[in-house]
């Protein structure tokens, strides 16, 4: 029996009409069904043809485009389109981040179903681009290959590729010449191993083999120009290893920590690996305000670090601290806010469930002469008790920055049986954060919003909400 498969339909002159989450936009097909086609932008008019069809909805492509949108701009990037990292490229930075203010005010109203005050502008990033402190590229030998290249049948002798993972394939890597998200050397960096390691012969990750020896690679910055490179190995060959260490401490000098990872595994997180120092520290030092903060390979950072600057001092303003409170910042990660905010505090308590987190928070807040921030590690919904509060105070103030899958509800409930004065929410999905203020809205009113972009060319945006006692 042959497969079934998906009819396809083309719709003729679609005008795309807005950009939804996760950075595809959205059209109304003549049958009233709603179609999600990636790369057009809202105001293009174009033919679109269906690739699956749900229920509800299509998925689609645009296949000729009529009218350009007056709200595109041309894509800076030549890998646009097929490398999934800045899906909104092709939008202006304006427009960006009305769909951004968009998807946090239709959040909170439709999940939250909340009385909202009106939204102070989203803050949007100075630079828009080579913002990010800390990128991972994959090495694989079997690189992406354009439909072109695969039609003309021409075989390649090297398919080595250093870059990211095309959407949905996890064995193929697309191959970046440049890529705008990080500042220099991190471009130079990832073109030189792959130089150095093909004039070589240094073996590139197989990953349906799962053979070769070079397999990932992390470079993090800072804005006290600290560089932290980090390769991850899968063979543990010595003499290998060597080489390429060593070219890159003669070759880029200024590293501040040059680490690798031999990893056997076949997933290839580092988390739960050894991290060996070839050269320098272990940690780069970030700064913010005067406070220095060491980053660690397995360390969390805002990866926007100007952004984060901005994001803190809203939560601080939000916060409106007087240095009399006792303030609890959950999910403190290693403690940045918690010690940003400490100096307008009498004293605050940090909750993370990442021990090595902690121990950053704790060596951070030593380093910055902090004295009035403890730290404490574990799962929220158990640590953040009544046991705790009795222990550690009544809180005046609470900030929270959940993961993306926001507080679990027994965090929730216990927020309501404290009933601290206020509220400050930080939260990079407000699908999770509106179902949140939703709960917390038997006693506490939303006052304040202000959403903050980390993140140009992509769809994601970040939110902080002040929540103040009815
Ligand atoms: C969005 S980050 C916030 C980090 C920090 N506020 C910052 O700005 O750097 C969320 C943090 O929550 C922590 N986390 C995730 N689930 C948790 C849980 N169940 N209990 C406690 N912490 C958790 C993560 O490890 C992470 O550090």
Redesign the pocket.
């Known amino acids: 029996m042959g497969k079934k498969r998906t009819e396809r339909i083309v719709f003729e002159n679609v005008q795309i009409l807005d950009a939804g989450a996760k950075g595809v936009s959205v059209a109304k097909a003549p049958d009233g069904k709603v179609i999600f086609i990636p790369n057009v932008v809202p105001g293009d008019v174009a033919d679109i043809q269906t690739m699956k069809k749900r229920k509800a909805f299509y998925e689609g492509k645009a296949i000729k485009i009529h009218e350009f949108s007056e709200h595109r701009t041309e894509p800076v990037c030549e890998h646009f389109g097929v490398c999934g990292g800045c899906k909104w490229q092709n939008m202006k930075y304006s427009q960006q981040l009305h769909y951004k203010h968009n998807e946090v005010y239709n959040n909170l109203k439709r999940i939250g179903k909340i009385e909202m005050p009106e939204f102070e502008p989203i803050l949007g990033s100075e630079k828009q681009f080579f913002y990010r402190n800390k990128m991972e590229f994959g090495f694989s030998s079997t690189r992406w290959m354009t439909p072109e290249e695969v039609q003309s049948g021409a075989e390649l002798d090297n398919k080595n590729a250093v870059g990211f993972h095309i959407p949905r394939m996890w064995d193929k890597i697309l191959d970046i010449s440049k890529c705008h998200l990080q500042e220099d050397p991190s471009n130079d960096i990832r073109n030189e191993i792959r130089r150095f390691a093909n004039e070589n012969n240094l073996s590139f990750f197989n990953p349906r083999e799962v053979t070769g020896l070079l397999r990932t690679l992390m470079i993090r910055t800072a804005s006290t120009g600290e560089l932290m490179i980090l390769i991850q190995f899968y063979d543990n060959n010595k003499k290998e290893i060597e080489l390429i260490m060593n070219f890159l401490a003669e070759r880029f000098p200024n590293v501040t920590s040059l680490q690798y990872v031999i990893n056997r595994k076949l997933n290839d997180t580092i988390y739960d690996q050894d991290i060996i120092t070839f050269k320098g520290r272990n940690y780069i030092l970030e700064e913010m305000e005067g406070l220095h903060f060491s980053i660690n390979a397995k360390s969390?950072?805002?990866t926007n670090s100007e952004q984060?600057y901005q994001?803190?001092a809203i939560t601080r303003d939000f916060a409106g601290l007087t240095g009399e409170e006792l303030v609890y910042?959950?999910?403190?990660?290693?403690?940045?806010?918690?010690q940003f905010v400490s100096k307008k505090a009498k004293k605050v308590i940090g909750?993370?469930?990442?021990p090595e987190?902690i121990a950053d928070a704790k060596e951070n807040a030593t380093r910055n002469n902090i004295t009035n921030c403890e730290f404490f590690v574990?799962?929220?919904?158990?640590?953040?008790n009544d046991d705790f509060i009795n222990t550690h105070g009544h809180p005046d103030v609470v900030?929270t920055?959940?993961?993306?899958?926001g507080m679990?509800k027994d965090?929730v409930a216990q927020l309501l049986k404290i009933g601290a004065e206020k509220i400050v929410y930080?939260?990079?999905n407000s699908a999770t954060q509106a179902r949140d203020l939703a709960l917390l809205d038997e006693m506490y009113k939303v006052t304040r919003v202000r959403p903050v972009d980390m993140f140009p060319q992509t769809h994601h945006v970040e939110n902080v909400v002040l929540l103040e006692k009815r």
Do not use: W
Not at 329 to 338: E, F, H, M, R
């Open positions: 969390f950072y805002q984060a994001l803190y910042d959950l999910y403190t990660g290693t403690g940045t806010i918690a909750v993370e469930a990442v987190a574990g799962d929220m919904k158990n640590v953040f900030i920055d959940p993961p993306r899958d679990h965090v930080v939260s990079c």
